[in-house]
C-alpha cells in the first residue's frame, strides 16, 4: 500500500511517464536512483588551493604568515583570499591546500565556538585544545578515504604559553618552533629554521616580522604559485592580530643575466 | 479547578466541552509557580532578568541557572521546570545552528521564537506527551534590531516591549509599564530591571534568591553575555535602596 496520497493515480516511476507528463513529487518510492548509489567517488585532489603557510614562535608568542591567493591549478583565480583566521581570542588558523575544505572546516570551528559560548561554563578554547580538535577531525576523515585537503598551522597564546603546532590531510601532528606547509617545507623551512631555532626567546616581534617577509619573498620568487600580497598574524598575551595585505618589494634585475631559456639566444 | 473529576483534563488531545485545553492551562500553572522573570527591550538592546529560588543553602552560588545562552547573540529566561528549560535552549541552539548552516547569517530572535512556538505546540496536540512547563523569553539584537518575544506553553508566541513571566508578573507588567523602554539605555533597562525583580519578590514567602542577569548591547558588541559583576553589584545596591525607600 502506497501511503502517500500525493502518489495515488499516478505513475510509479519515470520509466513508465519517459517526458515527465505528471509532475511527480519526489517520494521514498518513486524517487530516482542514485546514479552514484553503487560506486562513490570521494575527493581525489584539490581543487581551488591555497600555497604555503609559514609560522614562527617569537619572543612574545606566535607569528604566521601566508599570502592571499587561491589558485585554480595553475591559474592565480582568487587574489583576495585570507587564509589565516582568527579562532576566539587566542588562536590562528593558517590554512593550505583546498580552499573549500578550509572553508568547511572553518565552518566547523564556528559552530563548537557556538556551543562552547552556550555552555557559559567560564572555560574557552585555546590552541591546544582547537589543535586536538583539528586532529581528530582531519585523521577521521582520512580514516574514511575522505580527507579534509588540507595542511593547518594552529597558532596561539594562552595562560602565558605560547603553542605552534601543524595538522595535515593524513592525520599527521606535530610541534615545532618553525613550520611551513606546502612548498615552504622545502624552500622557506631551512631559512626560518636557521633564523629561528635557538632563539625563540631573543627574537622580537620586528625581527619575528622580517624574518617571515624574507621567506615569503624567496617563496614568492620560487613558488609559481604565490603572490606578492601577503596577511601577517601575531598572537601575542594581548591577543590576535592580523594584518591587512601586505605588498612584497622585489627586484627582478637578476633576470637579465639569467642564461640558458627563455629568449635570449646566447 | 472544576476541571477535575471530569476526565477532560487527562490529556492534552481533548478539549473540555467549553473549548478549553486543561493540560495546557496546568502548564501555565507550573509557570506561575516559579520566581519571576522580565526581558526589557529598548532603544539599544535587550536585557533578561530573573529573581531565581534558592531552595538550599548547600547549593553552590550560581548554580541552575535559568538564563541561557541560545546563540551569540540570543540569550533566553525561563520561568517555570527547569529541566523543561534546558531541554527548549538545545531546541533552540539546534534552531540556531541550522540558519546558520544553511544560510552563514545569524537567525533573527523571531524566527528562533517561531520555530519555538511551533514545537511548543506540537506539545499541545497528542496525548502521548504534556506540554511544556515553562514560558520562555527570548531576546537579542539581531540585524532588526533589539527583539523580545515569549513563547508559552500553548504554542503561543508574542513580541513585547516589555515581558513578565512566573509569580510576579502581575506586579512586574504594571512596573514595567510605567517605564518609557523605547527610550531607556541598556545600562539603564539593567537598573530598572534589578529593582522591578527586587520589588516583585516576596519575603514571606521564598527567603532566599538570586538575581541573575543578562544582556546584549553594544558595549557587549551584540553578543548575549552576563551583565558584568560590578554593574549587577550596583544594580542590587540601588534596588534595595529603592525598596526601602518604597517601603
Request: proline fraction near 3%.
Given at each position: 500500500?502506497?501511503?502517500?496520497?500525493?502518489?495515488?493515480?499516478?505513475?510509479?516511476?519515470?520509466?513508465?511517464?519517459?517526458?515527465?507528463?505528471?509532475?511527480?513529487h519526489?517520494r521514498?518510492?518513486n524517487?530516482?536512483?542514485?546514479?552514484?548509489?553503487?560506486?562513490?567517488?570521494r575527493?581525489?585532489?584539490?581543487?581551488?588551493?591555497?600555497?604555503?603557510?609559514?609560522?614562527?614562535?617569537?619572543k612574545?608568542?606566535i607569528?604566521?604568515?601566508?599570502?592571499?591567493?587561491?589558485?585554480?591549478?595553475?591559474l592565480?583565480?582568487?587574489?583576495?583570499?585570507?587564509r589565516?583566521q582568527?579562532?576566539?581570542?587566542?588562536?590562528?588558523?593558517?590554512?593550505?591546500g583546498?580552499?573549500?575544505?578550509?572553508?568547511?572546516?572553518?565552518?566547523?570551528?564556528?559552530?563548537?565556538?557556538?556551543a562552547e559560548?552556550?555552555?557559559q561554563d567560564?572555560?574557552?578554547?585555546?590552541?591546544?585544545?582547537i589543535?586536538?580538535?583539528m586532529?581528530?577531525?582531519?585523521?577521521?576523515?582520512?580514516?574514511?578515504?575522505?580527507?579534509?585537503?588540507?595542511?593547518l598551522?594552529?597558532?596561539?597564546?594562552?595562560?602565558?604559553k605560547?603553542?605552534?603546532?601543524?595538522?595535515?590531510?593524513?592525520?599527521?601532528?606535530?610541534t615545532?618552533?618553525?613550520?611551513?606547509?606546502?612548498?615552504?617545507?622545502?624552500?622557506?623551512?631551512?631559512?626560518?629554521?636557521?633564523a629561528?631555532?635557538?632563539?625563540?626567546?631573543?627574537?622580537?616581534?620586528?625581527?619575528?616580522?622580517?624574518?617571515?617577509?624574507d621567506?615569503?619573498?624567496?617563496?614568492?620568487?620560487?613558488?609559481?604559485?604565490?603572490l606578492?600580497?601577503?596577511?601577517?598574524a601575531?598572537?601575542?598575551?594581548?591577543?590576535v592580530?592580523?594584518?591587512?595585505?601586505?605588498?612584497?618589494?622585489?627586484?627582478?634585475?637578476?633576470?637579465?643575466?639569467?642564461r640558458?631559456?627563455?629568449?635570449?639566444?646566447? | 479547578?472544576?476541571?477535575?473529576?471530569?476526565?477532560?483534563?487527562?490529556?492534552?488531545?481533548?478539549?473540555?466541552?467549553?473549548g478549553r485545553?486543561f493540560?495546557?492551562?496546568?502548564?501555565?500553572?507550573a509557570?506561575?509557580?516559579?520566581?519571576?522573570?522580565?526581558g526589557?527591550?529598548v532603544?539599544d538592546?535587550?536585557?533578561?532578568?530573573?529573581?531565581?529560588f534558592v531552595?538550599?543553602?548547600?547549593?553552590?552560588?550560581?548554580?541552575?541557572?535559568?538564563v541561557?545562552?541560545?546563540?551569540?547573540?540570543?540569550g533566553?529566561?525561563?520561568?517555570?521546570?527547569?529541566?523543561?528549560?534546558?531541554?527548549?535552549?538545545?531546541?533552540a541552539r539546534?534552531?540556531c545552528?541550522?540558519?546558520?548552516?544553511?544560510?552563514?547569517?545569524?537567525p533573527?530572535?523571531?524566527?528562533?521564537?517561531?520555530?519555538?512556538?511551533?514545537?511548543?505546540?506540537?506539545?499541545?496536540?497528542?496525548s502521548?506527551v504534556?506540554p511544556?512547563?515553562?514560558?520562555?523569553i527570548?531576546?537579542?539584537?539581531?540585524?532588526?534590531g533589539p527583539?523580545?518575544?515569549?513563547?508559552?506553553?500553548?504554542?503561543?508566541?508574542?513580541?513585547?516591549?516589555?515581558?513578565?513571566?512566573?509569580k510576579?508578573?502581575?506586579?512586574?507588567?504594571?512596573?514595567?509599564?510605567?517605564?518609557?523602554?523605547?527610550e531607556?539605555?541598556?545600562?539603564?533597562?539593567?537598573?530598572?530591571?534589578?529593582?522591578?525583580?527586587?520589588?516583585v519578590?516576596?519575603?514571606?514567602?521564598?527567603?532566599?534568591?538570586?538575581?541573575?542577569?543578562?544582556?546584549?548591547c553594544?558595549?557587549?558588541?551584540g553578543?548575549?553575555?552576563?551583565?558584568?559583576?560590578?554593574?549587577?553589584?550596583?544594580?542590587?545596591?540601588?534596588?534595595k535602596?529603592?525598596?526601602?525607600?518604597?517601603?
Amino acid at each position: 500500500m502506497d501511503h502517500f496520497p500525493a502518489n495515488w493515480g499516478r505513475p510509479r516511476n519515470d520509466a513508465i511517464d519517459l517526458y515527465a507528463t505528471h509532475l511527480l513529487h519526489p517520494r521514498p518510492n518513486n524517487r530516482a536512483k542514485d546514479a552514484f548509489a553503487d560506486s562513490v567517488q570521494r575527493t581525489q585532489q584539490p581543487i581551488v588551493t591555497g600555497t604555503s603557510v609559514l609560522a614562527i614562535k617569537f619572543k612574545d608568542g606566535i607569528m604566521m604568515a601566508a599570502d592571499n591567493l587561491a589558485s585554480y591549478g595553475s591559474l592565480a583565480r582568487f587574489k583576495d583570499v585570507q587564509r589565516l583566521q582568527a579562532f576566539g581570542d587566542y588562536t590562528v588558523i593558517g590554512a593550505s591546500g583546498d580552499m573549500s575544505d578550509f572553508q568547511f572546516i572553518q565552518r566547523l570551528l564556528d559552530d563548537i565556538a557556538v556551543a562552547e559560548i552556550a555552555a557559559q561554563d567560564g572555560h574557552d578554547l585555546g590552541p591546544v585544545e582547537i589543535h586536538e580538535y583539528m586532529s581528530q577531525v582531519m585523521y577521521g576523515r582520512r580514516s574514511k578515504l575522505d580527507p579534509l585537503w588540507n595542511s593547518l598551522i594552529i597558532g596561539g597564546f594562552k595562560d602565558g604559553k605560547r603553542f605552534l603546532s601543524y595538522v595535515d590531510l593524513l592525520g599527521t601532528t606535530y610541534t615545532a618552533s618553525t613550520i611551513a606547509t606546502g612548498y615552504g617545507g622545502y624552500i622557506a623551512q631551512p631559512l626560518l629554521r636557521k633564523a629561528v631555532e635557538g632563539y625563540e626567546d631573543v627574537l622580537t616581534a620586528e625581527q619575528a616580522r622580517k624574518i617571515l617577509e624574507d621567506s615569503m619573498r624567496v617563496l614568492f620568487y620560487r613558488d609559481a604559485r604565490s603572490l606578492n600580497k601577503y596577511q601577517l598574524a601575531t598572537i601575542t598575551a594581548a591577543g590576535v592580530q592580523i594584518s591587512d595585505s601586505l605588498h612584497l618589494e622585489t627586484s627582478w634585475d637578476f633576470a637579465e643575466g639569467i642564461r640558458g631559456y627563455g629568449a635570449q639566444t646566447q | 479547578m472544576t476541571s477535575i473529576g471530569t476526565g477532560y483534563d487527562l490529556s492534552a488531545s481533548t478539549y473540555s466541552p467549553d473549548g478549553r485545553i486543561f493540560q495546557v492551562e496546568y502548564a501555565n500553572k507550573a509557570v506561575e509557580n516559579s520566581g519571576t522573570a522580565i526581558g526589557l527591550r529598548v532603544k539599544d538592546g535587550v536585557v533578561l532578568a530573573v529573581e531565581k529560588f534558592v531552595h538550599s543553602k548547600l547549593l553552590v552560588p550560581g548554580a541552575n541557572r535559568r538564563v541561557q545562552t541560545v546563540d551569540r547573540h540570543i540569550g533566553m529566561a525561563t520561568a517555570g521546570l527547569l529541566a523543561d528549560g534546558r531541554s527548549v535552549s538545545n531546541r533552540a541552539r539546534d534552531e540556531c545552528a541550522n540558519i546558520r548552516n544553511s544560510f552563514r547569517e545569524q537567525p533573527t530572535v523571531k524566527y528562533i521564537s517561531d520555530r519555538l512556538a511551533l514545537y511548543a505546540q506540537m506539545y499541545t496536540l497528542y496525548s502521548s506527551v504534556r506540554p511544556f512547563g515553562i514560558s520562555t523569553i527570548l531576546a537579542g539584537v539581531d540585524k532588526t534590531g533589539p527583539s523580545l518575544y515569549v513563547v508559552e506553553p500553548s504554542g503561543v508566541c508574542l513580541g513585547y516591549h516589555g515581558a513578565a513571566i512566573g509569580k510576579g508578573r502581575q506586579l512586574a507588567k504594571t512596573e514595567l509599564e510605567k517605564l518609557k523602554l523605547s527610550e531607556l539605555t541598556t545600562r539603564e533597562a539593567a537598573m530598572e530591571a534589578a529593582r522591578i525583580i527586587y520589588l516583585v519578590h516576596d519575603d514571606n514567602k521564598e527567603k532566599e534568591f538570586e538575581l541573575e542577569m543578562s544582556w546584549v548591547c553594544s558595549e557587549t558588541n551584540g553578543l548575549h553575555v552576563p551583565v558584568p559583576a560590578d554593574l549587577l553589584a550596583e544594580a542590587e545596591r540601588k534596588a534595595k535602596e529603592a525598596l526601602e525607600n518604597f517601603e
